[in-house]
């Protein structure tokens, strides 16, 4: 068995009227190389005429994000081209790379009907070799994505990165990723091995499950210890886990508002190169 080494619980920081919880980074963990940054946004319901997500355009360099569409829907707009609008259970994978613009806001039809609302966003750091890449973005709805069941079907895997059971993910990574979403209901059990080389990104967004013989709650991200090779999980209750794991990079991470570099003379020549307009132009 792996060991957990400490459970973090998600601190409430709302983002004007979104309802957000942040387990990463926080004061007792500032990333688990490479994840370095979650945000939890809901779950909450919007009335008729509502504003939408606040995220217009901003800069990013040096990282990528995957975004979880649970429930509502986020339109997708950036400096190299790319548009789409993602409904539930869909995931986008952006890679910033050298730099872009982009927004994510919800669709007109969202902002006029409304409805329920719970997106996450994981911020994935880039290897120093990578991180001036060209930017890109994939947005895929719900049954775009690989996915198979295990336990009886008590188990049901959205597979995004690397392989698992025989079945490749809907993302081809930057650098070597496994990652998950994982819906488990209420008596479904797995074991999952990981190798001691990699780090566990843990993060359990619904429900309650008993992670290595521990019982933990929903809005917890668990930090395992690099020793063992094996995490059991049962749900005991209807639940939805974020499971990734990859090798940390094990290099310096400097982070400054949207960007995400090794120094910070990077950081510094990223604001130059953005108010130059190098990171492309944003057309309304």
């Given amino acids: 068995m792996r060991p957990i080494k400490r459970?973090?619980?998600?601190?409430?920081?709302?983002?004007?009227?979104?309802?957000?919880?942040?387990?990463?980074?926080?004061?007792?963990?500032?990333?688990?190389?490479?994840?370095?940054?979650?945000?939890?946004?809901?779950?909450?319901?919007?009335?008729?005429?509502?504003?939408?997500?606040p995220f217009g355009p901003?800069?990013?360099?040096?990282?990528?994000?995957v975004?979880?569409?649970?429930?509502?829907?986020?339109m997708h707009k950036d400096s190299s081209g790319h548009e789409s609008v993602v409904?539930?259970?869909?995931?986008?994978?952006?890679?910033?790379?050298?730099?872009?613009i982009h927004a994510e806001v919800s669709s007109s039809e969202f902002k006029r009907k409304g409805g329920d609302l719970e997106i996450l966003q994981l911020w994935l750091n880039l290897p120093a070799a990578k991180k001036m890449v060209s930017p890109?973005?994939?947005?895929?709805?719900?049954?775009e994505i690989p996915a198979f069941e295990m336990a009886g079907g008590k188990i049901k895997v959205q597979q995004l990165f690397g392989e698992w059971n025989g079945v490749n993910g809907a993302f081809e990574g930057t650098?070597?990723?496994t990652m998950s979403t994982i819906y488990l209901e209420k008596g479904?059990?797995?074991?999952?091995k990981i190798t001691s080389n990699e780090n566990v990104f843990f993060y359990i967004v619904r429900g309650e499950l008993k992670v290595n013989g521990e019982e933990i709650m929903f809005r917890h991200l668990v930090e395992f210890d690099n020793?063992?090779?094996?995490?059991?999980?049962?749900?005991?209750?209807?639940s939805i886990l974020i499971l990734g794991h990859a090798k940390p990079f094990n290099e310096p991470m400097v982070a400054q508002g949207p960007f995400v570099m090794n120094t910070q003379q990077q950081i510094y020549e990223a604001y130059q190169d953005y108010q130059a307009g190098k990171f492309g132009t944003w057309e309304h």
């Fill in 7 to 53: 459970i973090h619980k998600a601190e409430y920081r709302p983002i004007a009227d979104l309802v957000t919880y942040s387990p990463l980074p926080t004061r007792s963990l500032q990333q688990i190389d490479p994840f370095i940054f979650l945000n939890h946004h809901g779950f909450q319901t919007y009335p008729e005429r509502n504003q939408g997500l």
């Fill in 58 to 65: 901003h800069p990013h360099r040096g990282m990528e994000t």
């Fill in 67 to 74: 975004t979880f569409i649970l429930e509502g829907d986020i």
């Fill in 87 to 100: 409904g539930p259970g869909g995931v986008q994978y952006m890679t910033a790379g050298r730099g872009l």
């Fill in 136 to 143: 890109n973005y994939i947005g895929l709805q719900k049954d």
């Fill in 175 to 177: 650098f070597p990723l």
């Fill in 188 to 192: 479904g059990m797995f074991n999952k």
């Fill in 227 to 238: 020793s063992g090779d094996t995490i059991e999980i049962e749900a005991l209750e209807d």
